[in-house]
């Protein structure tokens, strides 16, 4: 079984529509992160966790919530869904204590806004 | 503010050709250094790392050197495979009084004809 899973892996929304999209982890690891994957942009960080009482703003946090339910679990919510908010998402853990450790990815979750 | 520029793709080559994709950085602090590889349809995944200056990473072929002096990091392979086609990210990560960031880059497509 995957390490870090993300459901669902595809949605399609309308605008003004709440989405929640779900990740778990088998891995054990305190620190989970969101983030975004557009064309030409790679990866930009929208919340991160470091454990289970701590969420912190990412680079691009504005129309996003999140929810750390437990160690391994970590809900992103669109509250209002807008076109531009199409994209590939990502959930991913690590475990390190300094800037050295590595993150491990879920296969994303697509989606599209109408 | 830090940030990572690599070369734009997408690169085409032939098998066993010779591989660089060129990556540097901007960066405030020491941060460690990463690739990431995208295949098809999947997440990311750690390819290689490394956490100081002169440090080398290497993992299936792949290799990247921490040069500090020239703040870069290029990923390099003698002979590319059929199979090494993906979408390739460098990364940085650092942490410190200002809080933990990571940033990754625009990503470089690779394309190996047989």
């Known amino acids: 079984d995957a390490d870090v899973t993300q459901t669902p892996r595809n949605r399609i929304t309308k605008t003004g529509k709440r989405i929640m999209l779900e990740c778990s982890q088998t891995?054990?690891?305190?620190?989970m992160y969101w983030y975004r994957q557009d064309p030409g942009l790679g990866l930009r960080l929208i919340y991160y966790?470091?454990?289970?009482?701590?969420?912190n703003k990412g680079e691009i946090s504005d129309g996003y919530s999140v929810s750390r339910q437990a160690q391994a679990k970590f809900s992103l919510s669109l509250e209002s869904a807008i076109p531009n908010q199409t994209a590939l998402y990502f959930c991913?853990?690590?475990?390190?204590?300094?800037?050295?450790?590595?993150?491990?990815f879920g296969p994303g979750t697509r989606l599209l806004v109408l | 503010g830090d940030s990572v520029t690599q070369m734009e793709g997408p690169v085409t080559l032939s098998e066993e050709a010779f591989l660089t994709i060129n990556c540097t950085y901007t960066?405030?602090?020491?941060?460690?250094l990463f690739w990431y590889v995208q295949y098809p349809g999947e997440g990311l995944q750690l390819l290689l790392k490394?956490?100081?200056?002169?440090d080398k990473g290497s993992n299936k072929g792949f290799e990247a050197t921490y040069r500090k002096e020239t703040t870069s990091f290029h990923l390099e392979k003698g002979s590319v495979q059929v199979s090494d086609s993906a979408v390739y990210f460098c990364?940085?990560?650092?942490?410190?009084?200002?809080?933990?960031?990571?940033?990754f880059g625009a990503g470089t497509r690779l394309f190996v004809k047989a």
């Open positions: 991913a853990t690590s475990d390190g204590h300094r800037s050295q450790e590595t993150q491990y």
């Open positions: 891995k054990g690891h305190d620190r």
């Open positions: 966790s470091f454990d289970v009482k701590d969420i």
């Open positions: 960066a405030t602090g020491y941060p460690s």
């Open positions: 490394a956490t100081k200056a002169d």
């Open positions: 990364a940085l990560s650092e942490g410190g009084t200002g809080g933990f960031k990571t940033i």
